[in-house]
Structure formats: C-alpha cells, structure tokens
C-alpha cells in the first residue's frame, strides 16, 4: 500500500470543537456584573421607599469641642468660646443685644478641594435652632475664608441667644445650601460641653463689647 492510499484511509478530522469551560476570569467577572446589577436593583428598591426628606438627610459627624472632627470632605475643630454682651464690628459700630452673644472660635481645613462652609447653626438641648446672627456681616466669619486642602485656616462664627440655649448646646457646620440638592451632605456637630453649671458661669460673666477688628 503507497503513503497515498495510507493517508486516504484515514478517518476524515472533524471540523470545529467541543465547547470546553469557560476561563476562571470570566466565570469571575461575570458573578461581578450579576453582583453589582443586583445590589443596584437593591438599592434602588430601598430608595423607592424613602420619601424626599429622608433621602436629604445629612451624614453626620460628630465631636467635642477641642477634636478635630473629620466629615470626609472637611474637618473642623471648635476652639473655644466666649460669651458678650455687644459685638464692635470693623466699622467701629457697637451692636448690642437684650440676651447673649455666643462667639465661637473654630478651625477647618479640606480634605481634596477648597470648599466656603456655609453658616452654622446653635442646637440646643431640647431641640430648638438658632442660626448664626445675620446682625455680624458673614464677612467677618469663618464663611468668608476659603478652607483648603489640608490647610488650617481659622475664624468665628456669632449667635444671639437666650442665656437658656447654653445648657447642652451643639454647633452643627455644613456646606453651603445650593440650588442642587445633594443626597446625604456631610455635617459635623461640636459638643460645646456646657453643662448646667458652665452654662451658668458663661451666661454670668460675658464680655461688655468684643471686637472683631484683627489683632
């Protein structure tokens, strides 16, 4: 038999291949798609179910006066406080009140971008908020001052309260309010640590005029 015949004899090859398993990585990256589709289909099932104020709540972060407390986006420290009885602004101006004026002291520094934090609000213990006094122009406050990445930057901020608003009082710092609205903004919130007795003591004893002006 010639080598012709030989090869002629020989059962013909198959064409195509049997289909054998797929690669381990695909097999992964699969599982990966399914998993995250599905924890998307999850969340917005959850979201389905929160009303508008809800998905407008804030993260928030909270400290005592004195930590550094870290919001992911920026950081703030209370610093200290002081309580008086007028505020003297820039322009020599004497602005008095019938209740307190609460000066705080505070330090913030960014974490990626330079943020303006908006003004902050007094929380009292029962629940009650009061916004920073509109009486002291927000040019001579902690909002005016860009706050960079990583950089310390300091001011005060001002509130005209009742000498009741001291005990247990908050002071809760966010960014500023946009026409966009943003689902769980960061806010910190500082223990002033005044208990009764303090509260008292500050309430007591404030300043006849504090000035604004630069030292």
Known sequence: MTDTQQRSSAPPARRGRRAGRRPAG????LS?????????????????????GELNLPLTY????????????????????????????????????????LVVNASAKSSLKPYKLGQPVLMTEDGKKFSATDRVDSSQTLSNVWVQPDIWVSGRYFFEVPASALPGARVVFAMPQ???????????????????????KLAASPQDVFSTAKK
């Not at 910190?188 to 208990?195: A, F, P, S």
Request: aromatic letters at 6%; proline letters at 1%.
């Open 178 to 200: 946009t026409f966009i609205v943003e689902s769980y903004q960061p806010e910190v919130e500082v223990d002033l640590g005044l208990d009764e007795a303090a509260a008292r």
């Open 62 to 101: 909270v400290g005592d006066k004195g930590e550094d407390v870290d919001a992911k986006r920026f950081t703030v420290r209370v610093d200290s406080y002081v309580s008086a009885k007028s505020i003297q602004n820039d322009s020599n101006e004497t602005i008095g009140t019938d209740h307190l004026f």
């Open 32 to 52: 990966a798609l399914v998993g995250l589709a599905l924890a998307g289909a999850a969340i917005m099932l959850q979201t389905a179910y929160l009303d508008e």
């Open 26 to 29: 695909t097999s992964r990256l």
